[in-house]
Each structure stands twice: as structure tokens, then as C-alpha cells.
């Protein structure tokens, strides 16, 4: 046998071999289906938590916590994710205020309800859901919620905390996908993560989270961190997902995700919000960023949709609202 065919003979026989000792070995995840990360489940474990404080503080004769949630307009996903946020108060015990302005609403009227709330000593949170009208300015609003009532996290000013590692109000879906990593016993430490997306509120805070140091305020993540977006090369976007231990993907394309685009075993979190046809019913359904068929053949844990990082944002939002309620970040 020549020297090279028997070299690529070892080879092979060593891959074969490694494939009957990993299915020995790995009775679960691996070469079977993805373990699916339950949203709904871990939600609740999240929301019993803060109900079981909460219920501590009414026995002692406090009042409960208020979030106050300001709507405008009347957009269907805006109503739906509100109608959640109200339905987690109600479970939790906040009491919580919705109020509905119409979509021509003033800045100047909007701004100046966010004041009053701001001063309000019976409002411990308040956000405005976003989006908002087109004739009004996002940043003036996240802007002009008192910081120590945001429990978004929009505010510039938890924004600099945030980014300087100091203690703040961070975005509950980012902060919501790093607790679903902590619940699941999913390590971040000196680990590959991959971000798919930029935004403002989930992209960038979420990168933050998983490469800063978790020595400091925020407890972040300690993995090595790439961010890859919407001018990044197709070609190269396989190149880089394929690097992941932990893939995170939240652009808004379904499908965009595909099980040869991941490494096997790879921890993927899907925030994708799409809503799309049934080929088979005609009816609409939800479906995320990721090919969820395909890629759970190959990944170790994933998130579905919904059920996945949905509730969880909710359930986060409970717990900074009772956070905001304890004071326990201090804004001078
Ligand atoms: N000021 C502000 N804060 C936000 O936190 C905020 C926002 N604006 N604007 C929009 C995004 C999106 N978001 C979601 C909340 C709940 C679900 C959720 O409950 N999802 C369910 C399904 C809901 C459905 O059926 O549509 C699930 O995934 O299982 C999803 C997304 C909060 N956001
Ligand atoms: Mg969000």
C-alpha cells in the first residue's frame, strides 16, 4: 500500500472511529435533534421568581410595583407584545397602566405624558413601545423616560452605563438571551459567539453582553464575539457562523439560516419575528430567522419560534420593572 493511500486510509478509520465512540458515548444532543430551549417554560421560572418577591413585599404592607406602558397607534404586533407585557403584570402582581394614544399624536403630547409619568411617584417603570409614528423622534422619547424608571434600557443614559460596564437597565430581549444561556447551563466563557444583526436595542447591547468582561457590573459573557450584518458578504457570512459555539441571529430574514451554515453541536438563538404564509394551510404563521427543520439536526440546543426569546423578553420585563421598584440602581 503506498504511503499516501494508507494515510488517507488512517484518516478515514479514524473518523469512522470517532463517529462509533461519539454514539456510543453521546446518548442526547449531538447526533440526535437539538435539545429545544423552552421559552415558555423558562419564562415562567422567571416570572415566579419576581411573583414570589413581589408577594413578599405586599405581606410586609408595600404596595406592589406599576409599569406604565405607552402605545401609539394601533399596529397589530405593537398591540400583541403589549397585550403580553399587561398579561405578565397581571401574573406577576405589578399593577400596570396601558395607555392607547392615537397615531397623530404630538411629540409635544407624548413627551409631556412621559414627564408626568416620569414624576410620578406611583410609576416605578415606564416605556413607550416602539415603533413610534414616523412625525415623532424615537431618541427624544427613550430620552425622556426618567432613568430610573427605564426599564428598557433605551434611555442614553443607561445606555453609557451599560457600554461603560456599570450597572444599568439592560434591553430585556439581549438581557433575556443571556439568562436563557445561564438557565440552560450553556457557557460563554472564552467561547465562539456570533452575533447576526446590529440594532440599537437587541444586536448591539447583546454583543456587549456576551464579549465584555464578566468581571465587571454587567456579568457579561467573556466570549470571543463577532458581529456580522447586513453588508456583510453571503459567502462570508457561512464562514463566520460556521466559527459559532453560540449563534445568535436576529435580522428579520427568514430561512436566512441554514443547517450547513452551522457547526455541529452549536447553541443557536433565534429572534427572528417573521410573519409568513403556510405553504401547506394558507394561513399566517411565525416563524424566526433560522431554518429550524435543518438546523436543529445539527445543533446541540435552539430556540423555536415562538415559544423561544419572545416570552422571555416579557419575563425579563417583569424583572427589571422590580428591579426599578427595589431602586436597586442608583442614578445621580
Ligand atoms: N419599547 C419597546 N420595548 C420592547 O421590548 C419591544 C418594543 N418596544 N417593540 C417591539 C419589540 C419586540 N418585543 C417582543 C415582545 C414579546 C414577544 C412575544 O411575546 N412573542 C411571542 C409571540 C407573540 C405573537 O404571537 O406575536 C413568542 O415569540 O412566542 C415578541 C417580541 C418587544 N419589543
Ligand atoms: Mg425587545
Same mark, same amino acid.
Given at each position: 500500500?503506498s504511503?499516501?493511500?494508507?494515510q ?15 454514539k ?5 444532543s ?7 430551549l ?7 421560572? #422567571? ?9 413578599g413585599f405586599?405581606?410586609e404592607g408595600r404596595r ?9 397607534g394601533?399596529?397589530p404586533?405593537?398591540?400583541?407584545y403589549?397585550?403580553n407585557?399587561i398579561?405578565?403584570?397581571k401574573?406577576?402582581g ?5 395607555i392607547?394614544?392615537?397615531?397623530e ?6 413627551l ?10 406611583e ?6 413601545q ?6 415623532i423622534?424615537e ?10 424608571k427605564d ?8 445606555i453609557g452605563?451599560f457600554?461603560?460596564d ?7 430581549t439581549?438581557?433575556g438571551? #443571556? ?6 447551563g450553556?457557557?460563554?466563557f472564552?467561547k465562539?459567539a ?11 447591547p447583546?454583543a ?6 464578566g468581571?465587571?457590573e ?7 464575539? %463577532?458581529i456580522?450584518h ?9 464562514l ?13 430574514i427568514?430561512?436566512l439560516?441554514?443547517?450547513d #451554515? ?8 433565534d429572534?427572528?419575528?417573521n ?5 401547506? %394551510?394558507?394561513k ?5 430567522d433560522?431554518?429550524?427543520?435543518g ?11 415562538p ?5 422571555? %423578553?416579557?419575563?425579563m420585563?417583569?424583572?427589571n %420593572?422590580?428591579?426599578?421598584?427595589k ?6
Amino acid at each position: 500500500m503506498s504511503r499516501k493511500i494508507l494515510q488517507t486510509f488512517c484518516r478515514l478509520s479514524r473518523k469512522s472511529m470517532d463517529a462509533v465512540s461519539q454514539k456510543s458515548i453521546c446518548t442526547s444532543s449531538r447526533l440526535a435533534a437539538a435539545k429545544i430551549l423552552d421559552g415558555v417554560a423558562i419564562a415562567k421560572d #422567571m416570572k415566579d421568581e419576581v411573583k414570589a418577591e413581589i408577594e413578599g413585599f405586599v405581606a410586609e404592607g408595600r404596595r406592589p410595583p406599576n409599569l406604565c406602558v405607552i402605545q401609539v397607534g394601533e399596529d397589530p404586533a405593537s398591540k400583541a407584545y403589549v397585550t403580553n407585557k399587561i398579561k405578565a403584570c397581571k401574573y406577576t402582581g405589578i399593577t400596570s397602566e396601558k395607555i392607547v394614544l392615537p397615531v397623530e399624536t404630538t411629540e409635544e403630547h407624548l413627551l409631556s405624558l412621559i414627564k408626568e409619568k416620569s414624576d410620578s411617584d406611583e410609576v416605578d417603570g415606564l416605556l413607550v413601545q416602539l415603533p413610534v409614528p414616523k412625525h415623532i423622534t424615537e431618541r427624544k422619547v427613550c430620552n425622556a423616560v426618567h432613568p430610573s424608571k427605564d426599564v428598557d434600557g433605551f434611555n442614553i443614559i443607561n445606555i453609557g452605563k451599560f457600554c461603560s460596564d456599570q450597572k444599568s437597565f439592560v434591553p430585556a430581549t439581549p438581557a433575556g438571551v #443571556m439568562e436563557i444561556l445561564r438557565r440552560s447551563g450553556i457557557e460563554t466563557f472564552g467561547k465562539n459567539a456570533v452575533v447576526c444583526g446590529r440594532s440599537k436595542n437587541v444586536g448591539m447591547p447583546l454583543a456587549m453582553l456576551l464579549h465584555a468582561d464578566g468581571v465587571y457590573e454587567t456579568k457579561a459573557g467573556d466570549a470571543t464575539t %463577532t458581529i456580522c450584518h447586513r453588508y456583510t458578504p453571503p459567502e462570508q457570512l457561512k464562514l463566520f457562523t460556521k466559527t459559532a459555539d453560540i449563534l445568535v441571529v436576529a435580522v428579520g430574514i427568514p430561512g436566512l439560516i441554514t443547517a450547513d #451554515m452551522v457547526k455541529e453541536g452549536v447553541a443557536v438563538i433565534d429572534i427572528g419575528i417573521n410573519r409568513v404564509k403556510d405553504e401547506k %394551510t394558507g394561513k399566517m404563521k411565525l416563524v424566526g430567522d433560522v431554518d429550524f427543520e435543518g438546523v436543529s439536526k445539527v445543533a446541540g440546543h435552539i430556540t423555536p419560534v415562538p415559544g423561544g426569546v419572545g416570552p422571555i %423578553t416579557v419575563a425579563m420585563l417583569m424583572k427589571n %420593572t422590580l428591579t426599578a421598584y427595589k431602586k436597586e440602581i442608583t442614578f445621580e
